[in-house]
């Protein structure tokens, strides 16, 4: 059938439904901490395992899921991650032990929305189009904004009046609603529907389908490709850094913080849930300006200004919404996830061909960084009482970030002449 509508923007219509999903999927532990706390028991850094173990398997997995698409097709590999995600949700409602917490939240539902992580949004940019790429990297990434937006207001409400086990229920009907529109939507390749990619001219048509031979011997070899170059290293530790001050740091502990300072959850969750709203204009735009900046200019802005945010919020929690809560809110929001366009635009550019499956390594940096910050800072709370250090450490960190970003040289020239020497 002939259509007006290309099908790129279908394809990456769902998988902005699929990145929405996946981000609302992560985002349900944050909410949760304190009624599993409440229930069984277990000490918040128990519980904050369970979502470090998320958070590094989100990040590991993606370089593999990536090399995965390029063999068995994105929408088998998509399909069956968001399945798994259903299955530990789910079965989070009959857990009786911490290990089960772990198991569940941390090892299925880690796995599974590792698989639609941000080397997803990677190989549908770099599959289906030329022109606007950054863009497009903006809003699917941006998506994960939206997961926040629509689940964190519901899952905290759903919590609260019900117990925790109704939004565990809910994400896991959320992730089976999903699989239709991924079979029907997401193809693989523009060549599977007759068509090239969005913006594409003759010189730039390939032929492309699914690789033969490992996918998890590919992935390594990206990486062990990437990590000759000095590049690469910037990018993965920025992006470690990245992961330790929005996921690991704010988006697992900013609602219990909150409520440390006597704000309820509901009003905590919903605040976190604005930040993901901002967020949204925030990284669209900054896709737009990747097509028209340089990246590495981009990442040194957004760092130095996330990390003075972050040091100046201890100051600002209360009980209610104060004015100045309101201008963090604003200014951490829209610097969220801006990092993500410029690094994918990085990736691409440095890394050429495999530069969806070194994104994949540089995003698992993220994540394990997302992973040490959420364990670091549950830990701070146990034994200090406030997660004052947290926050100032995160700020510092950032800064770094900053600085690390600023150092990656301008030019792919440069870079195949560090892979060479």
Do not use: H, K, M
């Given at each position: 059938m002939r259509t007006r509508i290309h099908w790129a923007w279908l394809v990456a219509a769902a998988a902005f439904v699929t990145l929405i999903g996946a981000a609302g999927f992560?985002?349900?532990?944050?909410?949760?901490?304190?009624p599993l706390h409440d229930e069984f028991g277990w000490s918040r850094a128990t519980i904050s395992a369970a979502v470090s173990i998320n958070l590094v398997l989100f990040g590991l997995i993606s370089p593999f899921a990536a090399a995965l698409m390029d063999r068995l097709g994105m929408r088998r590999v998509v399909a069956g991650a968001l399945v798994l995600v259903a299955a530990g949700s789910g079965l989070t409602v009959f857990m009786t032990a911490s290990w089960q917490l772990l198991l569940c939240w941390g090892v299925l539902v880690g796995i599974g929305t590792g698989s639609m992580s941000m080397a997803f949004v990677a190989t549908v940019t770099s599959r289906w189009f030329v022109t606007r790429r950054g863009l497009v990297s903006g809003i699917l990434t941006a998506a994960g904004a939206t997961g926040q937006l629509?689940?964190?207001?519901?899952?905290?409400t759903l919590a609260t009046e019900h117990g925790w086990r109704t939004p565990a229920v809910v994400v896991a009907a959320a992730a089976?609603?999903?699989v239709p529109i991924v079979l029907v939507l997401l193809r693989d390749y523009p060549s599977d529907v007759g068509t090239t990619a969005y913006g594409a001219t003759p010189e730039d048509v390939t032929v492309a389908g699914p690789v033969t031979g490992s996918s998890a011997a590919r992935a390594i070899r990206a990486l062990t490709t990437a990590a000759r170059t000095r590049t690469f290293w910037l990018l993965a530790c920025g992006f470690a850094i990245c992961g330790a001050s929005t996921n690991g740091l704010v988006g697992t502990h900013f609602v219990t913080a909150a409520h440390d300072h006597g704000m309820p959850h509901t009003t905590a969750a919903s605040l976190l849930a604005l930040i993901g709203l901002f967020d949204i204009a925030g990284t669209i735009f900054s896709g737009w300006l990747t097509d028209r900046v340089d990246p590495r200019l981009l990442l040194g802005?957004?760092?130095?200004?996330?990390?003075l945010s972050l040091m100046i919020l201890p100051s600002l929690f209360a009980p209610g919404t104060e004015p100045s809560m309101w201008v963090f809110i604003l200014f951490?929001?829209?610097?969220?996830?801006?990092?993500?366009p410029p690094t994918v635009a990085l990736c691409r550019d440095r890394f050429g061909m495999s530069g969806p499956v070194v994104f994949g390594w540089v995003f698992a940096a993220h994540q394990v960084g997302a992973a040490i910050a959420a364990l670091g800072a549950g830990a701070i709370r146990d034994t200090q009482g406030n997660y004052d250090m947290a926050w100032y450490f995160a700020g510092g960190l950032c800064v770094v970030?900053?600085?690390?970003?600023i150092a990656i040289r301008p030019t792919r020239d440069a870079i195949s002449a560090e892979t060479r020497s």
């Open positions: 992560r985002a349900v532990p944050s909410v949760l901490i304190d629509v689940f964190l207001p519901l899952v905290a089976l609603a999903v802005a957004y760092y130095t200004l996330r990390g951490y929001g829209l610097d969220w996830i801006a990092t993500v970030a900053a600085l690390l970003s």
